[in-house]
């Protein structure tokens, strides 16, 4: 007799499909009895010559053998050859008439509807990953989970992406707003003082923000979409449901509250970068000028007395926030969706980034009114 236990878990549709035929095949080769334990009965259950359920609430086991679909191997892709004679075959639609037009309008602008509505809740619902920490069986894990994501958000190569845009973006608008001020040798002495002030504030209030929440939303959003479609592409996620772990509990969950706790460490990066390349800039332009002169004039609109932080502080973080955890969520929810080939993971991971950017971008509009 061969027994088998969960031979499939972690496999994706099509190589799951082939260890049940490879399993059938032992088993009438060799004239062995095969005992197979499994949770995916999608698969399995085609071979079976009996199909026994064991129903836990009930402590009984209940016969399915009848239930079984034909033990025929599942039909195989059509070959692109296959496709071809089809379409040559295939007769020409129908022009479409002025009735069917509307129609067809009306059916697709309800399909986007309900597609959007659906996502919308899916999203919204995601933010119980908040509180997910009650979901977890195994501690262990789910703060395993959870240093995997925030390593994926904030590894040496997301600061580094993040340091050089905050550089770029510090040395070209100070360079060039400092090379093409109109009349220079006249409004220079006047206006230099402001123009720091200017630069600071929109480095902290306006420019990183944006510059640097759109880079996290191409990189972590194709990282944690690629890593969560691959687990759904492998039945990973499907084994976490079958030993009785919630995928959203310890994937979302680290998901979000990783994003949320290297958010704040990614921005920082980003605005001191961009201080750096400023003062760099400031100190070969003007040799003659104090550092302590720029310190004090780059800060005028940011430092108040008595405080900590800087002025604005918390508008920078709610809107970083909200677009770090929205581009989490929308990766992880895009990456979970079922996946039957390498191609639909792809597919997800540049959904995703655009998904995750325009997410961005709106959210950034939306502040621009309430802040300002």
Excluded at 217 to 244: E, I, K, N
Aim: hydrophobic content about 50%; overall charge positive.
């Amino acid at each position: 007799m061969l027994l088998f236990d969960e031979p499939t878990s972690g496999l994706d549709p099509r190589a799951a499909a082939t260890v049940a035929d490879r399993i059938r095949e032992a088993a009438v080769r060799h004239g062995k009895a095969v005992v197979v334990v499994t949770h995916d009965y999608a698969n399995l259950e085609r071979i079976g010559d009996r199909i026994v359920e064991i129903v836990p609430e009930r402590r009984a086991l209940v016969d399915r053998t009848g239930e079984r679909p034909s033990l025929a191997a599942p039909p195989a892709p059509p070959s692109s050859a296959d496709e071809g004679d089809r379409d040559r075959a295939s007769p020409a639609p129908a022009e479409a008439t002025a009735t069917t037009l509307p129609g067809r309008a009306a059916g697709a602008a309800l399909a986007f509807l309900e597609a959007t509505g659906r996502w919308a809740g899916r999203l919204v619902a995601s933010l119980g990953a908040f509180a997910g920490f009650a979901g977890w069986r195994s501690p262990a894990w789910g703060l395993r989970y959870l240093r995997h994501y925030a390593w994926l958000s904030s590894s040496l190569g997301a600061l580094f992406y993040v340091a050089a845009a905050g550089a770029i973006l510090g040395f070209v608008s100070t360079f060039f707003t400092l090379r093409h001020l109109p009349f220079r040798e006249y409004t220079e002495p006047l206006v230099l003082s402001d123009l720091l002030a200017g630069i600071g504030f929109s480095h902290f209030r306006i420019l990183i923000p944006i510059i640097a929440t759109l880079l996290i939303a191409a990189r972590t959003g194709a990282a944690v979409s690629a890593d969560v479609a691959a687990r759904s592409h492998s039945s990973q996620l499907d084994a976490m449901r079958s030993l009785g772990a919630r995928p959203w509990a310890y994937l979302l969950t680290g998901v979000v509250w990783g994003t949320f706790l290297v958010t704040p460490l990614l921005i920082g990066v980003a605005v001191l970068a961009a201080k750096g390349a400023s003062v760099v800039v400031f100190a070969a332009s003007y040799p003659e000028e104090s550092l302590w002169s720029f310190d004090r004039s780059f800060h005028l609109l940011l430092r108040e007395p008595g405080r900590l932080l800087w002025a604005g502080t918390g508008w920078v973080m709610a809107k970083c926030w909200t677009c770090t955890v929205g581009t989490g969520i929308i990766a992880y929810q895009v990456g979970a969706t079922p996946k039957e080939s390498v191609r639909d993971v792809h597919r997800a991971v540049t959904t995703s980034i655009i998904a995750a950017t325009l997410w961005v971008l709106v959210v950034h509009f939306v502040f621009a009114f309430r802040e300002f």
